[in-house]
């Protein structure tokens, strides 16, 4: 059982080594978190280990520049010159305009043209539509069964039919 013996010994300075190296890691951050400080909490005002004493904090000066009531007085401006050119260049001339009694009067005296029922789309198409208009129906009832799986299958068919008429 010497071997044995051994196995305890290694795992016992590993763990050994392990230990130390934990200390130095938390040593290491303690050393770092003393030179920087928190974070959380306003910095100690304390002179430098140098013996000079710190810097003082620059005071940002205000910017000198143009007074409010200038901005003020330059954005009005802008709104009433951009609100006068809105409401010269979209104001209708005095030519162009009708009067609207005039259009309503032809229109009810002229008789309505009858309306033309034209067929665009080949008959396989409007039924693809309505197979369709059925598989959605399904899926918003969540009907998952036998009726979705046929629905599914005859829109499909539909859908070639549709377009093999609808091919040129």
Not at 26 to 35: I, K, L
Not at 71 to 82: E, I
Not at 144 to 168: F, G, I, M, V
């Amino acid at each position: 059982m010497p071997g044995g013996i051994v196995v305890a010994a290694d795992a016992g300075n590993r763990k050994d080594r392990q230990q130390r190296e934990l200390e130095e890691i938390r040593r290491s951050f303690r050393d770092v978190g003393v030179r920087v400080g928190s974070l959380f909490e306003p910095a100690p005002h304390h002179d430098n280990s140098d013996g000079q004493p710190a810097l003082p904090i620059p005071i940002p000066r205000p910017v000198k520049g143009r007074p409010a009531w200038v901005l003020a007085v330059v954005l009005g401006f802008c709104l009433l010159a951009g609100g006068g050119l809105g409401y010269l260049l979209h104001r209708p001339s005095a030519g162009t305009t009708r009067p609207a009694t005039s259009s309503i009067v032809t229109q009810v005296t002229q008789p309505a043209p009858k309306p033309q029922i034209k067929v665009v789309a080949p008959p396989a198409c409007l039924q693809t539509a309505q197979r369709g208009d059925e598989v959605i129906d399904l899926f918003t009832r969540n009907i998952r069964d036998r009726r979705l799986s046929l629905a599914l299958k005859a829109y499909t068919l539909a859908s070639q039919a549709c377009r093999k008429e609808a091919s040129p």
